[in-house]
């Protein structure tokens, strides 16, 4: 009889590192040579931004976008038209072509957009509840929805990056260059089944699979990425243990993370999370879902009308250019005016009507009625920071958050920024300081994509060694099904079985051994390592197994300690 200890380096220390993958959502290849470029995507459930560098180039930003023209645009829609057959007819911007037919009710296309958020079965269940015509028949719709669109925006980056190197039908020039793609994880997606999920849609969409070097990684959550973004490029003069709050407020979430410079090195800089990141379904589509109502409730209330105004106007309106420049430029001086006029594209200039509130062809809102539409979001966005300002003083932290930075496209709002700066300056918190700052970060709506790309710069100019993100929270418990000598007073009504070895000895089966618990700080710079001891027969010299891998989303306290335990939620096996 022989017992074979298992070293660091052994089979089961692999199950470990997936572990330490499950919690941060990366691939465990540590740190390889540099590639020859690193993409970044931050799939939005209303916008979508790419962008790329090499070791030797600074960031690049994807602007080139089809059916955008000259304007430069930096994301693209979210956006899918499809034929009555099920085939794609056109995405991003090239959907404002396909607008009018498929936007008209029982016309030949039907238009998809904010499928992203519908992976996640709980919201499209919710969704569905409510009633949502336009969500998803199913998860794997959803998941679908998100595969076509990816695999239009792999080949326009693909595209875009050979001609920009010269690459572009040379050879091999892209299949053979070493290509990393990075992708952020929304903050709300806390299952990794819906991770493992997203990962398998982007291998299909084409995303590190094209070349013998390419990869492609789910890499740090929005709320990371951003606050990374803000520690390395913000104009702030952050002091050592400068304690600051990010706010990533987008199309269709807010994301927020509680952070503290623990490093100025201006090489190296680093921060730690000090509570778990987390997010809220606050964003601007709410916006123009209050917009809509608003707009049709004047339709309601004026039905003589119909005959001379555009089919499907609410939407229409909610879509237009000028729409999204109001809501984008308003709190800014120049745009705080009593009245705002949005042209109704298809109405006759000279066309008014009192009831309806529209004057020569254009609707006219009151900038009361613009406020009802944004302060909802800012309220919601409030309770959450004092959430966590609220989770200092519980935890009895001394910390106090100096300041409030702002991105996404919500949180580049002039008026959300100046609303939040007034409440908090106003109703002070004892865990925020006097004169909290709420500042805008630089490129608001491009902060996630140039966070992913700034934090794996900062790694490989380290050689590895130095993630922006020092220390991470774990979101949920992370464990390893093991086996445990059978103790009468503990493992009641537990699956026994004999030793092979021992006569007389028994082992108590399916029990957890929990090796991240939620709330743990994590290091994400060191690999998590426990050793485990297997029992060989003298005749055996080698043998493989399996690991099962288990998570939960229970508190700490409420964790089982055998996979048999009636808790609810019960943990979930990942591998």
Known sequence: MQKAHLPQKSVFSTACLDIYQAVHHTDLNMYPNSPNIVVSVDLGTTYTGVAWMTPKTPIQVISDWPGSGDRGERKVPTTLVYNANGTLSSWGFMCAD???????????????????????????????????????????????????????????????????????????????????????????????????????????????????KHSAQVDLTEAEAAAVATLKTSAVSFSMGSVFLTVDAGGGTTDLALMQVTSLNMAVPQMASLHAVNGVGIGATLIDRLFMRLVQRRLEACSDAAAHIPPDLPLRLARSHQFRTVKHKFGERAYMQELFRIPIEGLAYNFSHAGLGIENGRMVFTLQEMQSLFDPQIEGIVNRIMGELEWLRTMGHLHRVQYMVLSGGLGSSAYVRDQLQQRFLVHQHPNASDQVAVIPCNDPQLVVVRGLLLDRQQRWESGGATSVLSTRIARASYGV???????????????????????????????????????????????????????????????????????????????????KQGWYPAPTTVM
Do not use: C
Request: zero cysteines; proline letters at 6%; aromatic letters at 10%.
């Open 98 to 212: 396909d607008e009018l037919e498929a936007g008209v009710p029982g016309g030949a296309k039907l238009r998809r957009e904010f499928f992203k958020i519908f992976m996640d079965a709980d919201t499209l269940a919710d969704a569905q509840q409510q009633g949502l015509t336009s969500a998803p028949q199913s998860v794997y719709e959803a998941q679908q929805f998100v595969t076509d669109f990816l695999q239009q925006v792999y080949v326009h980056v693909r595209e875009s990056i050979e001609t920009q190197i010269g690459r572009r039908g040379v050879g091999n020039g892209w299949t053979d260059l070493a290509v990393e793609f990075l992708f952020s994880v929304p903050t709300t997606w806390t299952s990794q089944s819906i991770v493992n999920s997203f990962k398998k849609v982007i291998r299909e969409a084409g995303f590190g699979v094209e070349g013998p």
């Open 481 to 563: 099904i093991v086996q445990q000598i059978y103790v009468p007073a503990m493992h009641y009504n537990e699956d026994v079985r004999p030793d092979p070895f021992e006569p007389g000895k028994r082992w108590a089966l399916n029990q957890i051994q929990w090796l991240i618990k939620k709330g743990d700080q994590v290091n994400p710079n060191a690999f998590l390592v426990k050793s485990f001891q297997i029992r060989l027969a003298e005749t055996e010299t080698t043998r493989a197994w399996n690991s099962q891998i288990v998570v939960s989303h229970n508190a700490p306290s409420q964790l089982p300690s055998s996979m």
